[in-house]
């Protein structure tokens, strides 16, 4: 059986471990938080006492930190977790992170012989429960074909988007875009309730028309309208804001690097920069309908 070390239990990376030992791997895990890894060594994963610990015995690692920093602090330099892989082995890098910093490494990761794979996702905390999340991967196609059955544990969709660091350049243009959505939606939502609909209504019309799109479908900003929205539970859960901030400086970053024209995603950095000085940065990105309701 793989042995797998997997880094990360947060909003994501918990639902993700969770369903690789559903799908019968053998797992150990580590966080920073102990309480993030007590429940999943309940339901049968070894709970390591270090990164280093956790990836001992592990032919594939698997990591969902939360950004460029992190990943780097946790892999390079000279105690940097790379020296502690063995060679041969195969390392799934899921979090959202500049290209850049995915190819360093990539590179330290060949360097030493070790495989990796930049394995971005989309889909949300709700796609990462259900096991449907969308990989963006950018790397070797075969160490893709290693990788696809623990994959496919975790996600449905598996896209190879290109050479080392092509899956998070595809990940900052999809983030970019579901901010501009969420900021679309956010704003129509508060002009037709403020005009007196009722935002169920409105937000059924809508998701049924022409302006339909996935805040509609899956994940409406309007606090009361879906149920199971971070909206309904006081914008708690999902994916903050802070982070989408992050990852709409990478579009900036990757705009300014290749002279793209990226106007809508410099206004929708402004208005969550907006949103995390007004303290709202823990909060689900949704929470971007409070810049529109009083
Ligand atoms: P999170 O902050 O909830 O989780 C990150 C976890 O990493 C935390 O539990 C933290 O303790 C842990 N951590 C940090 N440094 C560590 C280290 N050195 N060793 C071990 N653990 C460490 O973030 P999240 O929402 O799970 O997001 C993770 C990544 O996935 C981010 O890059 C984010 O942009 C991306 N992402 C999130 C969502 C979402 O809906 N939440 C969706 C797609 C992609």
New binding site residues.
């Given amino acids: 059986m793989t042995q797998i070390a997997f ?8 639902p993700m471990a969770r369903n690789l030992l559903k799908a019968g791997f053998a797992i150990s895990v ?4 102990q309480e ?1 890894m007590a429940s999943l060594a309940a339901e049968g994963a070894k709970a390591a006492a270090s ?1 280093a610990d956790a990836v001992r015995d592990a032919a594939v690692v698997v ?5 460029s920093r ?1 990943v780097e ?2 892999y390079l330099g000279d105690q940097g977790l790379l020296t502690q892989i063995t060679p041969g082995s195969l390392v799934l890098e ?4 500049a290209p850049d910093s995915a190819r360093k490494v990539h590179a330290a990761a060949a360097a030493r012989g070790i495989g990796l794979l930049d394995a ?6 709700a ?2 429960a259900a096991g449907t ?1 969308t990989f963006m991967v950018g790397g070797k196609a075969e160490a893709l074909e290693k990788a696809r059955p623990i994959l496919a544990a975790m996600g449905k969709n598996i896209f190879h988007a290109g050479p080392d660091g092509a899956g998070q350049v595809a ?1 900052v243009c999809n ?1 970019q875009l579901l901010a501009v959505q969420m900021i679309g939606t956010a704003e129509a939502m508060a002009l037709g309730v403020a005009s007196g609909l009722d935002p169920a209504v409105l937000a059924e019309i809508m998701r049924q028309s022409s302006g339909g799109n996935w805040t509609l479908e899956k994940y409406n900003p309007w606090p009361g309208v879906m149920e199971n929205a971070p909206a309904s539970k006081g914008y708690s859960g ?3 804001a802070e ?2 901030a ?2 709409l400086g990478l579009a900036q970053e990757a705009a300014q690097a290749t002279a793209s024209s990226t106007p809508m995603g410099a206004l929708a950095l402004q208005l969550y920069r907006l949103l995390l000085k007004q303290g709202n940065g823990k909060l689900d990105f949704s929470a971007v309908q409070k810049l529109f309701v009083e």
């Fill in positions: 880094i990360g239990l947060g909003h994501m990376g918990l580590f966080d920073l938080v993030s990164a990591s969902m930190l939360p950004a992190h602090s946790l899921c979090s959202t992170i971005p996702v989309s889909g949300g905390t796609g990462a999340l990940k983030n999902g994916f903050m982070l989408m992050k990852d």
